[in-house]
């Protein structure tokens, strides 16, 4: 069982509706990642929460909004996707920000329809 | 150039063998080193992390890093079917804040 845990698993949403993705991990951890894997492409980092302070990759469209709620939960605000924004969503933690490894949720794969 | 470079595959091996997989970094400044193994459709998962210059064995696992010539390789000995999948390699650096940089990935296959 991973210790960090995303939901849903999978998500089917059409371009005007309003999702969240979730993550949560167990491991008090300093750091949580949102990352976007592409098929057969390297995960691209989103965002980084770590020590109460969001980054933000300034290359992500605004229709994407991180929110942290407290040290162990990190959410994902969905709105007005495009289709080319399916893709699997990764979330990650981490004890200090990421100098000794990353623990990887299950997961989401999301189709933009 | 890409920050971390790696060969895509597929790299196939026999059962047994030993798989042999590279990567290159471009920035000196890369301070941790980290092999992460991804079955499809599923999430990567850490087998291996290196630090300092040389060897480092877990099991079946060997990282080895050589920073002069930003060259980190994963070696698999005793390959087996199970271990199938795409190979991620993945630099930590410091660039006014940590930041981990994936290599596009390795897809190896173990043929029975």
């Known amino acids: 069982d991973t210790e960090v845990t995303q939901t849903p698993k999978h998500l089917v949403m059409g371009m005007t509706n309003k999702k969240s993705l979730k993550c949560e991990q167990h491991m008090g951890h300093r750091a949580m990642y949102w990352y976007k894997q592409k098929a057969k492409k390297p995960p691209e980092l989103m965002f980084v929460?770590?020590?109460?302070?969001?980054?933000i990759n300034e290359s992500v469209p605004s229709r994407f909004s991180p929110e942290c709620p407290n040290s162990s939960l990190l959410n994902l605000h969905l709105h007005a996707l495009q289709p080319e924004d399916s893709a699997l969503y990764l979330c990650?933690?981490?004890?200090?920000?990421?100098?000794?490894?990353?623990?990887f949720g299950s997961g989401t794969r999301l189709t933009v329809v | 150039q890409k920050e971390v470079e790696q060969n895509s595959g597929p790299l196939s091996v026999p059962e047994g063998a030993i798989a042999s997989l590279n990567c290159t970094y471009s920035?000196?400044?890369?301070?941790?080193f980290f092999w992460y193994r991804q079955y499809s459709g599923k999430s990567p998962e850490l087998i291996m992390s290196i630090y300092s210059n040389g060897d480092k064995e877990d099991g079946r696992f060997t990282a080895q890093l050589n920073k002069a010539s930003q060259y980190v390789s994963l070696l698999i000995r005793d390959s087996q079917p199970s271990d199938s999948a795409t190979y991620l390699c993945a630099v930590n650096l410091y660039t006014g804040g940590f930041k981990t940089i994936f290599g596009a990935g390795t897809r190896l296959f173990v043929k029975a």
């Open positions: 920035d000196r400044g890369s301070q941790s």
């Open positions: 990650a933690s981490s004890q200090d920000t990421g100098t000794i490894g990353y623990t």
């Open positions: 929460y770590s020590y109460e302070k969001l980054s």
